[in-house]
């Protein structure tokens, strides 16, 4: 996501632990790309009580909320009717879910609609910048005294935004160190002492690190589920993404220059690709020999280029990674997973696609089920685009 006036990436990512041995988080994370209006939708929605209960009231909660601020509703009338669908819980006969909602445009300013939810903290310089909000009365006669927070301004590049649920704030509630939990105050006190040790520290690895502090205040058992999302505004980063043959031959040499000319990191997928760029840069190759996927031939080595991996086959295990991807997600060492590693560092996804069949993948009888590459790889732009908030650009040669 790019700003005109002052370029910046808006890396977002959501942290979460389950309450106690639950399996199912009673909060829920949800994102959405309007690509056309340039704004990206966020919402953190914490159902009331724990497990199945509480991951329903959550998801109905974050999914209404997500389509009505696509629809530019107004923040009253979409708590109200959120209010209003909400089923009743049968134990409290309460339809109880707490929501924070953030529209980020991609120029940096920054709209928040928060009910109930610790308020968000913006980190600017190493410092906590107070944000002016306003209080609206939510109504309907069932909403009588209820409030929704809202606030808006304009993002600074390495400005980080901090919004979680109660899990985090309140953790460690009751012990002597947090009689009144850990509170707001000194959630910011952690995160700047994390960017302070480490400034470029992902928006990922600092909402894991708060998590994984949280959990620790409640003696590594959670008392509540809980979340913990942050929004970092920085330098983008790039990736190349080459693999197949060029169309033509003659566009072997165009293809070779513009992979060295590149500036981010780059990875090569096939071999037919690295042979080219091999020949035409007089680079020099290794053969890998750990397998460290059963399903994959191993990593080679190019000089030149960050990852050289098989093609077709490992760019259809990274569709299948991706897709089934989740914050609780591990990877492993194998070549589609490395591939995913320097994908997830990355902002800006740049694909340089040859278009030459390669007649290895169109033999009948091999028995594989391989997707044409250009197939593969518009899905995995699609995933990367609506899943992953990263900017994708396809060239074919």
Request: glycine share 8%.
């Amino acid at each position: 996501m790019e700003v005109k006036q002052d370029r910046f990436f808006i890396e977002v990512d959501c942290q979460q632990k389950n309450h106690g041995i639950e399996r199912i988080c009673g909060d829920v994370f949800l994102s959405g790309k309007i690509k056309e209006e340039g704004r990206i939708v966020l919402v953190l929605s914490d159902g009331m009580g724990h497990g199945v209960k509480a991951s329903v009231l959550a998801t109905l909660t974050a999914t209404m909320a997500l389509n009505f601020t696509r629809e530019h509703r107004e923040p009253e009338k979409t708590a109200e009717i959120i209010m209003k669908t909400l089923p009743e819980c049968s134990e409290r006969k309460m339809n109880y879910s707490t929501f924070t909602i953030i529209e980020v445009d991609y120029d940096g300013k920054t709209h928040i609609l928060e009910y109930d939810n610790p308020e968000c903290i913006l980190i600017r310089d190493k410092q906590v910048v107070e944000l002016e909000r306003n209080i609206l009365d939510i109504q309907g006669e069932c909403n009588k005294g209820k409030k929704l927070r809202t606030t808006v301004f304009q993002a600074k590049k390495g400005d980080r935004l901090i919004f979680t649920t109660d899990g985090v704030a309140q953790s460690g509630l009751g012990t002597p160190q947090f009689p009144f939990g850990w509170g707001n105050d000194n959630v910011a006190r952690f995160a700047i002492d994390m960017v302070k040790r480490k400034s470029q520290i992902s928006a990922r690895e600092l909402a894991d690190r708060i998590i994984n502090h949280a959990h620790r205040n409640d003696g590594f058992q959670a008392k509540d589920d809980t979340s913990c999302g942050i929004i970092f505004f920085r330098e983008p980063r790039e990736l190349l993404i080459t693999t197949g043959p060029p169309y033509e031959k003659r566009n072997d040499r165009l293809m070779a220059e513009r992979v060295r000319d590149f500036k981010g990191m780059k990875i090569v997928m096939g071999a037919t690709t690295g042979d080219i760029l091999s020949r035409e840069l007089k680079l020099e190759v290794k053969d890998g020999q750990d397998f460290m996927d059963p399903e994959l031939p191993p990593i080679n080595f190019l000089e030149g280029v960050d990852l050289y991996t098989e093609g077709i086959l490992t760019l259809s295990k990274v569709e299948n990674i991706l897709r089934k991807f989740t914050n609780k997600s591990v990877l492993g060492r194998g070549p589609a997973d490395e591939v995913i590693k320097l994908i997830l560092q990355s902002d800006e996804i740049q694909f340089l696609i040859g278009t030459r069949i390669n007649l290895a993948h169109q033999d009948p009888e091999s028995g594989m089920d391989v997707e044409i590459r250009r197939t593969v790889v518009r899905r995995i732009a699609l995933l990367l685009e609506e899943k992953f908030l990263k900017k994708v650009k396809i060239t074919y040669v």
